[in-house]
């Protein structure tokens, strides 16, 4: 059950779209409704795994690789040091201001 709720996670972590606020951005928001959704997905799925540690271990090993490869190959969201990480270009933009 743990695990199912897991990938329901991650999978809502990818497809949830952001919003304006007062002082975020859509993308900031987008950005750290990403990162807090595979936070909260590789969670789910370590203790899913549980009591067998080398699966757990194995499925949040692969949650990590598989959502840092899709924020950085399709998404804006890595954003280090005040810059943006994409493979993308057109992603690398800085974040447009707030409304």
Known sequence: MLLSAGALV????????GWDTATL??????R??????????MVLLFLGALP??????????AAAILMTG????RTP???????IRSADAAQRE????SV
């Open 25 to 30: 951005s859509r993308r900031s928001v987008k």
């Open 52 to 61: 067998d540690l080398q699966s757990a271990v194995a499925f949040v090993a």
């Open 32 to 41: 750290r409704l990403y990162w807090t959704g595979t936070g909260v997905g």
């Open 94 to 97: 800085p974040d447009p201001p």
């Open 70 to 73: 899709w924020a950085y190959f």
């Open 77 to 83: 969201n890595i954003k280090l040091g005040g810059r």
């Open 10 to 17: 991650l999978l809502l972590a990818i497809v949830v779209p």
